[in-house]
């Protein structure tokens, strides 16, 4: 399994950015996954923003820094995860990257599901930064 992430970029405060996560290896309509999107800023830790369940119907959580402002879906014919991202802050300025767990996922929660424990395939990152 191979994910790999674009879309990143500099942009003013307000501005948006759609990031895009294709992964290889597997077909998403082949197999339940559940697919997250994480964020690293200088200096600390991974913070899990937003995921998509299928074991739930594609259900989608999201934390509460991006909830409003950002909204994951997924395109199954291109085998691709996205992440539309509005009214950017500075503070959303990190590198972005999203991961995949294969398999059923129930009973978690939202604080489970964007643990960065949970997953086994991660992208290499895509760097994101928001001028104020």
């Known amino acids: 399994v191979q994910l790999v992430e674009s879309g990143g970029g500099l942009v003013q405060a307000g501005g948006s950015l759609r990031l895009s996560c294709t992964a290889s290896?597997?077909?998403?309509?082949?197999?339940?996954?559940?697919i997250a999107w994480f964020r690293q800023a200088p200096g600390k830790g991974s913070e899990g923003i937003a995921c998509?369940?299928?074991?739930?119907?594609?259900?989608?959580y999201y934390a509460d820094p991006v909830k409003g402002r950002f909204t994951i879906s997924s395109d199954d014919d291109k085998n691709t995860v996205y992440l539309e991202m509005t009214n950017l802050k500075p503070e959303d300025t990190a590198v972005y990257s999203c991961?995949?767990?294969?398999?059923?996922?129930?009973?978690?929660?939202?604080?489970?599901?964007?643990?960065?424990?949970?997953?086994?395939?991660w992208g290499q990152g895509t760097q994101v930064t928001v001028s104020s």
């Open positions: 991961a995949a767990v294969l398999g059923i996922n129930l009973g978690v929660g939202r604080q489970g599901l964007l643990e960065p424990g949970r997953y086994r395939y």
């Open positions: 290896g597997f077909r998403f309509d082949d197999i339940t996954y559940t």
């Open positions: 998509i369940n299928t074991s739930e119907g594609g259900r989608r």
